[in-house]
């Protein structure tokens, strides 16, 4: 295979800042539900969030945006795992939705902060009962000796709660809102001279929106 030769020309769309709405997020909502109506559902949803160790090394992971609002993007995840231990450490963030066959990206920079114990908890007992209890056998990002080992964890844990009642929330985890203070709009053209929008908040809260060069 010869990576170099691996290239295709974007013609899907264009965008200008006169296409946008003045709000990122129903900006964003409305590219969302684009995405779901061409068949990514429910990987639409999907994001990579990138986090910053404290020796300056960063790393990535594929999460489920799970809430959204004016207030920011929200996930939940083990509250011991990489990714939370590094916010706790930086919360500076950023989120990538990669719509690919959309020929788009949108690209959040901002900063995560915790959600409460109610907002976690409320969300949590709202998942499937075996995605529960994956969550409190789990020890995210930790060594574990064997897939055996896991699957006894959760044995373990399918013992623990018998029954069909939602698991208590675990101590261990929670969720975190990005709230952002740039979300880049990403439209794929011909030649690579591709569309770039962002959207950047000022003092009093509005956004100011300016075209980068690609």
């Known amino acids: 295979m010869n990576l170099q030769d691996l290239r295709r020309e974007y013609s899907q769309g264009t965008l200008d800042s006169g296409d946008l709405d003045p709000s990122p ?50 996930f939940f ?47 949590f007992q709202s998942r499937p009962r075996a995605s529960q209890i994956a969550a409190w056998a789990s020890q995210q990002s930790r060594k574990v000796a064997s897939r055996a080992a896991l699957e006894q964890a959760v044995a373990d844990i399918e013992a623990r709660y018998p029954g069909e009642e939602p698991l208590p929330l675990p101590e261990f985890w929670g ?6 203070q740039q979300i880049e709009f990403w439209q794929g053209r011909r030649n690579r001279l591709h569309d770039r929008l962002v959207y950047t908040r000022q003092d009093n809260d509005a956004w100011q929106i300016e075209r980068l060069q690609p």
């Open 175 to 180: 969720g975190f809102r990005v709230v952002p």
């Open 77 to 123: 995840t083990n509250l011991e795992s990489r990714k939370a231990r590094e916010i706790q450490h930086n919360p500076r963030t950023s989120l990538h939705f990669p719509w690919h066959p959309m020929e788009r990206q949108v690209i959040v920079y901002g900063q995560a902060e915790s959600l409460s114990v109610d907002d976690a908890r409320r969300y």
């Open 25 to 74: 997020f129903k900006q964003f909502n409305q590219w969302l539900e684009q995405a779901q109506q061409a068949g990514f559902s429910p990987d639409a949803s999907a994001m990579v969030v990138a986090t910053v160790g404290d020796d300056g090394q960063p790393s990535q992971r594929m999460v489920l945006l799970k809430q959204l609002d004016e207030r920011g993007f929200v």
